[in-house]
């Protein structure tokens, strides 16, 4: 008792004599227990869900808001994630999407020419588990080891295998030729999607989809294509040829899946089975859809827009959100469409518009 009291007297008198020795370490305990439990001690669940606009927290206004706890939670705001005509001024990232059974050399050098900030861009491809894509696969990586151990590397690129059928099994069975075009399509539709729903992020804007053969673009081709602000616009692919008779270099169109509805088109997918499918460029389907190959005017302005029902898959800048509201390739006849094309179809359905650029070209790899 009496040692008790002794000891109290003693704490008090401290406390008069120089209160800052107490008091300073208790204040700063006080301080830091407030800090770190306030925001999980004041909600009743487990993690708190609430925006932390304190003077301490941080990332206030970044996309991230919290990673709660130990990142095992993480919040985007995808009010916050911008798609604008001013991308690279926003820091907007990009994801570019590449089916690829072959690796060409000019489509990586193309590629890793891109003047956007190689630092908001992912790359993601999809290969063909066949002996080719083993052989494109080896290639691939060989080049990305280089590209990513300089300047200018990728933000992250992935790449997948492909777990459903792809051409070669398929090439084996006799088959009518536009059978095999629906096949082939279709099975273009599945890898598309794999690789789509297995690479957006969340703070995804913009999607390209940029064909493994596509060897030859401006090196300004996400800006150009980002500045018409549209949720999905197509350049038009062509390719470079030697004219036989001239010996002169050329060029003539090679994409003819960019194409506006045609009344004859309609009215061939109106006599169609249900699990019949038009494709555009058979004789046996004549559709007279106006073909956007056919619009280039060498002399016209570059940014000329042109309304498409149909896109083929060459190189198209998809808004994510496009995807992310559900647009995807439909492997099965969507309105007697698939692959892009009925992506485009589903786009439209979503109630985004779809564009072409008919004198904006890309070049494909002339085999
Ligand atoms: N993952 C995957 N990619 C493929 C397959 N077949 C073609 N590709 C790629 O898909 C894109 C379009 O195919 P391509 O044969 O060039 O079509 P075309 O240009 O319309 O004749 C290209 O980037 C090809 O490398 C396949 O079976 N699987
Ligand atoms: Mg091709």
């Known amino acids: 008792m009496a040692n008790l009291s002794y000891t109290k ?10 209160p800052l020795t107490i008091l300073g370490p208790i204040t700063l305990i006080l301080i ?17 869900y609430t925006k932390k606009n304190g003077w301490f927290s941080k990332n206030k206004d970044s996309l991230i808001l919290q990673n709660l706890p130990k990142n095992h939670i993480s919040h985007y705001d995808l009010n916050k994630l911008t798609v604008t005509p001013d991308a690279l001024v926003n820091k907007e990232e990009v994801l570019i999407l590449t089916p690829m059974s072959k690796f060409v050399p000019e489509y990586w050098a193309n590629l890793n020419k891109l003047s956007y900030d190689h630092n908001l861009i992912t790359l993601g491809f999809i290969l063909p588990r066949t002996k080719e894509g083993d052989h494109a696969l080896k290639s691939l990586e060989s080049a990305i080891k280089k590209t990513q151990s300089n300047q200018g590397k990728f933000k992250k690129i992935t790449i997948l295998r492909q777990d459903s059928n792809s051409l070669e099994s398929q090439l084996e069975k006799d088959r009518h030729a536009l059978k095999v075009q629906k096949e082939r399509r279709s099975m273009m539709a599945l890898a598309r999607n794999s690789l789509v ?10 999607v390209l989809w940029l064909d493994a053969d596509i060897i030859e673009s401006p090196q300004t081709l996400l800006q150009d294509l980002m500045a018409h602000d549209k949720p999905v616009i197509s350049a038009n692919v062509y390719q470079r040829y030697v004219d036989d008779k001239t010996k002169q270099e050329s060029i003539r169109p090679y994409d003819f899946n960019n194409w506006v509805e045609s009344e004859e ?3 061939i997918a109106a006599g169609l089975k ?15 859809r ?17 309304a498409l029902d149909g896109v083929g898959g060459g190189a198209v800048l998809v808004k994510a959100d496009v995807h992310r509201d559900g647009a995807m390739f439909p492997s099965f006849p969507f309105y007697h469409l698939i692959e892009t094309e009925g992506f485009a179809k589903m786009a439209k359905r979503l109630g985004y518009d779809v564009f072409g650029l008919p004198n904006y070209l890309v070049y494909h790899f002339n085999e």
């Open 9 to 18: 007297n003693q704490l008090v008198r401290q406390i008069r004599r120089k």
């Open 32 to 48: 830091i227990y407030l800090f770190f439990f306030s925001s999980s001690s004041s909600s009743k669940s487990k993690y708190s």
């Open 197 to 206: 729903f297995s690479t957006m992020s969340p703070a995804t804007s913009w």
């Open 265 to 267: 088109g309609l009215k």
């Open 274 to 288: 249900d699990d019949e499918i038009v494709v555009e460029g058979y004789a046996e389907m004549a559709t007279y």
């Open 290 to 306: 106006p073909l956007m190959a056919h619009y280039y005017d060498a002399n016209g302005d570059v940014s000329t827009e042109m």
